[in-house]
T-cell receptor, first 113, second 112 residues
Framework: NAGVTQTPKFQVLKTGQSMTLQCAQD?????MYWYRQDPGMGLRLIYY???????DKGEVPNGYNVSRLNKREFSLRLESAAPSQTSVYFC????????????FGEGSRLTVL | AQSVSQHNHHVILSEAASLELGCNYS??????LFWYVQYPGQHLQLLLK??????LVKGIKGFEAEFIKSKFSFNLRKPSVQWSDTAEYFC??????????FGQGTRLTINP
């Protein structure tokens, strides 16, 4: 069972470059989320999508955009990367918005030089 | 705003020691509570969860947690830790229809 799949797992960018993190889930979940994890700060919600066709800002949305391409896929885009965006990014999903447990992907480690 | 606090940032124990990691949340109404574990280099996995009912919740790998409503606490316990329990542990809470909020995490190191 694949669950939640993220790509790429590692990426190094230069300041100002752009990139997109891809996420796909095969559990037929309606809701998907993007978190960033930084030492000593736990996980902070960047954006979420309650269902296909909807997206909303989380706690730390600045510098990011998202696209809910279809029910399975939810991508996170950095338009102009900054060193402050160096982090580990996790995609997650739940059956419906804010219910049940989060199912996480394996994470994407991003370094911005 | 809803918040979750984990007071222990780094805990170091020897194998076979007993473990208790603290977690306090701020939401006053109905709350869903979770403990997640992140082993080195891996993604977060659910250890256990509390939605309602028996306040003593048993999870995987011998972990348990007790929901104490009067103390707004959901502490994680294990009677005897193993080296393989070395990981980072995250408490999380969801109040009502709100989004899940995570604590800062506690890094647990078990010395053989």
């Amino acid at each position: 069972n694949a669950g939640v799949t993220q790509t790429p797992k590692f990426q190094v960018l230069k300041t100002g470059q752009s990139m997109t993190l891809q996420c796909a889930q095969d559990m037929n979940h309606n809701s998907m989320y993007w978190y960033r994890q930084d030492p000593g700060m736990g996980l902070r919600l960047i954006y979420y999508s309650a269902s296909e066709g909807t997206t909303d800002k989380g706690e730390v949305p600045n510098g990011y955009n998202v696209s809910r391409l279809n029910k399975r896929e939810f991508s996170l885009r950095l338009e102009s990367a900054a060193p402050s965006q160096t982090s580990v990014y996790f995609c997650a999903s739940t059956p419906t918005l804010n219910t049940g447990e989060l199912f996480f992907g394996e994470g994407s480690r991003l370094t911005v030089l | 705003a809803q918040s979750v606090s984990q007071h222990n940032h780094h805990v170091i124990l020897s194998e076979a020691a007993s473990l208790e990691l603290g977690c306090n949340y701020s939401y006053g109404g109905t709350v869903n509570l979770f403990w997640y574990v992140q082993y080195p280099g891996q993604h977060l996995q659910l250890l256990l969860k509390y939605f309602s009912g028996d306040p003593l919740v048993k999870g995987i790998k011998g972990f348990e947690a007790e929901f104490i409503k009067s103390k707004f606490s959901f502490n994680l316990r294990k009677p005897s830790v193993q080296w393989s329990d070395t990981a980072e542990y995250f408490c999380a809470a969801r109040g009502g229809a709100q989004k899940l909020v995570f604590g800062q995490g506690t890094r647990l190191t078990i010395n053989p």
